[in-house]
């Protein structure tokens, strides 16, 4: 699998989830590619003395590179917000897509920028399998079950698994990763979807 964790607006779970579905397929061998300027994946992995293999790759080259990592089976990319350029090539360079969102309706309304720049690299690269994993859910919330079916009414692919907003998954940068939680679900059935 070669999957890119992108969403053009900031702050929805890309980098945690990059950094934990890589943990998830650490058994399998993995590579993760830090393809945001702020490093904070990177940064991540040097703090907990993460097992695979981490590279920074924060420029519009990486669908160019992305051979260059075929010793792993996998490959996760993390990209960064409101940066086209490079999420175009990290989007060109995979053949999954997980886009974290959030299940509130500013989070919804902006989605568009970026299913639209999905839309335009798809012309170019018409593997890529598109899957929305909404993040940082509260439970029993309105905002959740909208969300969920405004999304698959639109005609998108969401996850049935999704990531609690939690305490631990807040706390978890630059932490080893020892409990997958809701993300040995996201993996189950990405590795489902995608096999
Ligand atoms: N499920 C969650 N529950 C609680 N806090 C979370 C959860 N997921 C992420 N966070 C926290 O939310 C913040 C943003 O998460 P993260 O860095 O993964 O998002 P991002 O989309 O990569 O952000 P950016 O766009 O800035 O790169 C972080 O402080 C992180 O610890
Ligand atoms: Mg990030």
């Known amino acids: 699998m070669r999957l890119a964790l992108s969403n053009l607006k900031g702050g929805v779970g890309k980098t945690t989830s990059a950094t934990y579905i890589?943990?998830?397929l650490a058994d399998e061998g993995v590579?993760?590619?830090?393809g945001d300027p702020q490093g904070s994946a990177l940064r991540w992995a040097e703090r907990a003395d993460s097992p695979w293999l981490t590279v920074a790759m924060p420029n519009k080259t990486i669908h160019r590179q992305i051979?260059?990592?075929?010793?792993t089976r996998h490959i996760v990319i993390d990209t960064p917000p409101g940066d086209l350029g490079i999420v175009t090539s990290a989007l060109r360079?995979?053949?999954t897509l997980v886009i974290p969102v959030q299940p509130t309706t500013a989070d919804m309304d902006q989605l568009a920028e970026t299913l639209a720049l999905v839309e335009d690299v798809q012309t170019m690269n018409?593997?890529?399998q598109v899957f929305i994993l909404l993040s940082r859910v509260i439970k029993n919330t309105r905002s959740r079950t909208f969300s969920r079916d405004a999304l698959t009414e639109s005609g998108h692919t969401v996850l049935a698994s999704e990531v609690p907003q939690s305490q631990s998954l807040?706390?978890?940068?630059g932490q080893p990763i020892s409990d997958l939680g809701a993300y040995s679900d996201v993996v189950?059935?990405?590795?489902?979807l995608t096999k």
């Open 67 to 71: 051979d260059r990592f075929t010793d």
């Open 93 to 95: 360079a995979a053949d």
């Open 22 to 24: 890589t943990a998830g």
């Open 31 to 34: 590579t993760l590619i830090d």
């Open 170 to 173: 807040a706390l978890a940068h």
């Open 188 to 192: 189950a059935e990405l590795k489902d």
């Open 126 to 128: 018409d593997d890529l």
